[in-house]
C-alpha cells in the first residue's frame, strides 16, 4: 500500500520525495545541505550527476511504499525513464537544520 507524500513522516524527507515527483530541481537542491553526499548501491557519487541523470533527465518518480527510522529509511517503488520501475531502498541523513546531509539509495 503506497504512503501518501503528505504523510511521510519526516519534513525533510517529505520535502525530498515531493520535489523529486515534481521535477522540481530547485526545491530538491533546497532540502539538501550545500556538501549534501550520496550513494547508489553502496557506491559513493557525484550528487549532481546523479541526481540530473536519474531523476532530473529521466523524470524520476517515487512511490513510498513503507517508512522506517522516523521517516528516515524509505522502501519505495523508484521508476525513471531509463531504467522503468525497480524496488529501491532509500536513507537520509537530516542535519539539525532539517537539511538532508547524506541519502542513499539501491534496489531493495
Same mark, same amino acid.
Given at each position: 500500500m503506497t504512503i501518501q507524500v503528505a504523510k511521510l513522516s519526516?519534513?525533510?524527507v517529505r520535502a525530498f520525495?515531493?520535489?523529486v515527483n515534481a521535477h522540481d530541481r530547485a526545491a530538491f537542491e533546497a532540502v539538501l545541505a550545500p556538501d549534501a553526499t550520496m550513494s547508489d548501491?553502496?557506491?559513493d557519487r557525484d550528487l549532481a550527476d546523479w541526481t540530473d541523470r536519474e531523476i532530473f533527465s529521466s523524470r524520476g518518480h +517515487?512511490?513510498?511504499d513503507n517508512e522506517s527510522n522516523g521517516g528516515r529509511a524509505l522502501i519505495a517503488r523508484y521508476s525513471n525513464d531509463t531504467w522503468g520501475? +525497480?524496488?529501491t531502498r532509500w536513507s537520509f541523513t537530516v542535519d539539525d537544520g532539517g537539511r538532508i546531509i547524506r541519502f542513499e539509495t539501491g534496489q531493495a
Open positions: 519526516d519534513p525533510a520525495v515531493t520535489a548501491d553502496g557506491a +517515487m512511490e513510498v520501475e +525497480m524496488k
